[in-house]
């Protein structure tokens, strides 16, 4: 088996996934696992890293995915991000392999992404009970008018909307309770098996035109980010103790 970034690979690549789209229509219950987008910058001419996986999935007909790691290089990656979550296919993450093949680790590593965009109305069901349980169940907090709502479901993310009083006048303790109440809604969407969005930009090279002939110039193809709401403030006023 090539690597994915080896020449014979990259040039018949579309040649095998024409082959695979073939063999689906006459043996449609057989499963396809595919590597793809086990690529990154430098190893490939940049227009091999726009279409490999978003290929292995409409033409490969690939039911799992190995590595994906170079899905963020797809040309419009958010809408593919979708489709493979509506389509249920399965991604293999390899981080070790990443890390040490292709240098792709932290915060540079798409894995935090597929769990965003495959998050499920069961485990947007289950954050919504576990946050409102800890509303529930916390006695500085005031929940008669304390919510934690599905507002949206965006391009980029389900957002929901937190809506806590902390009844204390002692903006430290304040502080406090918020910290503690915030890190245990993480844990929450954590364990749930989704994530937060984080903000992300997109920047692709391009030849442009300029004086002296081509250059090579930043064009923004895709920006996905966070809109946030604010922070959990203190009320202007405190009724009770």
């Known amino acids: ?18 082959m695979l789209d073939f063999l689906h229509v006459q043996y449609p219950a057989v499963k396809i696992t595919l590597h793809a987008g086990e690529l990154t910058e430098g190893l490939v001419p940049p227009e091999t890293l726009r279409f490999h996986i978003r290929e292995s999935v409409r033409m490969g007909h690939a039911s799992r995915i190995g590595h994906g790691a170079g899905v963020m290089y797809e040309d419009d990656p958010v809408a593919l991000l979708r489709e493979m979550a509506a389509k249920k296919v399965l991604v293999e ?20 992404l597929y769990l965003q965009y495959g998050t499920s109305a069961e485990q947007l069901r289950s954050i919504l009970g576990g946050i409102r349980d800890l509303i529930a169940d916390n006695p500085r907090l005031e929940t008669k008018t304390s919510r934690a709502r599905l507002v949206d479901l965006g391009e980029r993310a389900a957002e929901i909307e937190l809506f806590v009083y902390v009844s204390t006048s002692d903006y430290l303790e304040f502080l406090a309770v918020r910290e503690e109440f915030l890190l245990r809604v993480a844990t929450v969407v954590e364990s749930s098996g989704s994530a937060f969005a984080r903000p992300t930009q997109l920047v692709y090279m391009e030849d442009v035109a300029g004086v002296d002939g081509p250059v090579r110039g930043a064009v923004s193809r895709d920006d996905v980010r966070l809109t946030q709401r604010g922070p959990l403030r203190p009320p202007t006023s405190i009724s009770g103790d």
Do not use: T, Y
């Open 93 to 112: 993450i390899a981080l070790s392999s990443n890390d040490l093949i292709l240098g792709v680790k932290g915060n540079s590593h798409p894995l935090r």
């Open 1 to 18: 088996m090539q690597p994915e970034d080896d020449p014979r690979a990259v040039q018949d690549f579309r040649l095998q996934m024409s």
